[in-house]
Nanobody, 124 residues
Framework: QVQLVESGGGLVQAGGSLRLSCAASGRTFSRNAMGWFRQAPEKEREFVAVINWSNGGTLYAGFVKGRFTISRDMANNTVFLQMNSLKPEDTATYYC?????????????????WGQGTRVTVSS
């Protein structure tokens, strides 16, 4: 089994920063990519960023525009999402997910395991 536990969400003013963490355990051999998604109230879940677990290659959604950085700590099986210059429209629940796909997947269905989510609220 795989367990993904997110942390680091909270309330921040526009222009501020947050760093999300996702601690992963179990079935490490099936982990080729780790991604972050988000879902705002009454909206569909959307891709934010992905990192290839072995080579560290990354891919971001267009709306990130250099504000977010995804990284990993392989020794501690943890993936991070550093979010800077936050905007009210970044308000959402952020989820990390694990995929067996190695091509930096961007679609929800390419991910096998999901965390419970961490809430991010950006006030204007």
């Amino acid at each position: 089994q795989v367990q993904l536990v997110e942390s680091g969400g909270g309330l921040v003013q526009a222009g501020g920063s947050l760093r999300l963490s996702c601690a992963a355990s179990g079935r490490t051999f099936s982990r080729n990519a780790m991604g972050w998604f988000r879902q705002a109230p009454e909206k569909e879940r959307e891709f934010v960023a992905v990192i290839n677990w072995s080579n560290g290659g990354t891919l971001y959604a267009g709306f990130v525009k250099g504000r977010f950085t995804i990284s990993r700590d392989m020794a501690n099986n943890t993936v991070f999402l550093q979010m800077n210059s936050l905007k009210p429209e970044d308000t959402a629940t952020y989820y990390c997910a694990q995929s067996q796909a190695s091509n930096r997947p961007r679609r929800s269905y390419e991910y096998n395991y999901w965390g419970q989510g961490t809430r991010v609220t950006v006030s204007s």
